[in-house]
């Protein structure tokens, strides 16, 4: 069994928007609060991200630039992108996880991201289906 012991369980869900503060006032009025809010510089465009919370679920809320907020725009279905796993120990479970064959999509992962106090470490593998795992530790 992969993660055995280091596994957390879901950390949150990562959902692309085509308007950030639209998207994050509809789900304040969910009752849910901003926990998180940075911007990841990119080549055109820098990705605005929040994160937003109510009770155990964490919902990623990025607006991308360009072409690709163009496509996401015009999604019919499938808007939900990523589902993120805490870990305990990032780079065992890479390790483990690479170790038996399965593909992680980043170059140069675990990736660093300048989340919450002191960063995040993730990666990410597609499920049977196509869908994005993304293995996410919270660093302290």
Same mark, same amino acid.
């Given at each position: 069994?992969?993660?055995?012991?280091?596994?957390?369980?879901?950390?949150?869900?990562? /959902?692309?928007? @085509? $308007? /950030?503060?639209? %998207? =994050? %006032? #509809?789900?304040?009025? #969910?009752?849910? @609060?901003?926990?998180?809010?940075?911007?990841?510089?990119?080549? =055109?465009?820098?990705?605005? +991200?929040?994160?937003?919370? =109510?009770?155990?679920?964490?919902?990623?809320?990025?607006? /991308?630039?360009?072409?690709?907020?163009?496509?996401?725009? @015009? *999604?019919?279905?499938?808007?939900?992108?990523?589902?993120?796993?805490?870990?305990? $120990? !990032?780079?065992?479970?890479?390790?483990? !996880?690479?170790?038996?064959?399965?593909? +992680?999509?980043?170059?140069?992962?675990?990736?660093?991201?300048? #989340?919450?106090?002191?960063? +995040? =470490?993730? #990666?990410? !593998?597609?499920?049977?289906?196509?869908?994005?795992?993304?293995?996410?530790?919270? /660093? *302290?």
């Amino acid at each position: 069994m992969l993660l055995q012991g280091n596994l957390q369980g879901i950390q949150h869900l990562g /959902l692309p928007v @085509t $308007d /950030l503060q639209r %998207s =994050k %006032s #509809f789900y304040l009025n #969910f009752g849910f @609060t901003e926990i998180m809010r940075t911007n990841i510089p990119a080549l =055109k465009e820098s990705i605005q +991200v929040a994160m937003v919370q =109510k009770d155990n679920l964490t919902i990623e809320l990025y607006q /991308l630039s360009g072409e690709e907020r163009h496509e996401i725009a @015009t *999604r019919q279905n499938g808007h939900i992108d990523h589902i993120a796993m805490n870990v305990i $120990d !990032i780079d065992k479970a890479y390790s483990e !996880i690479t170790a038996v064959g399965l593909e +992680v999509l980043e170059q140069n992962a675990p990736v660093f991201l300048p #989340f919450w106090s002191n960063g +995040v =470490k993730f #990666f990410t !593998i597609c499920g049977p289906d196509g869908e994005k795992i993304e293995f996410n530790q919270i /660093l *302290r």
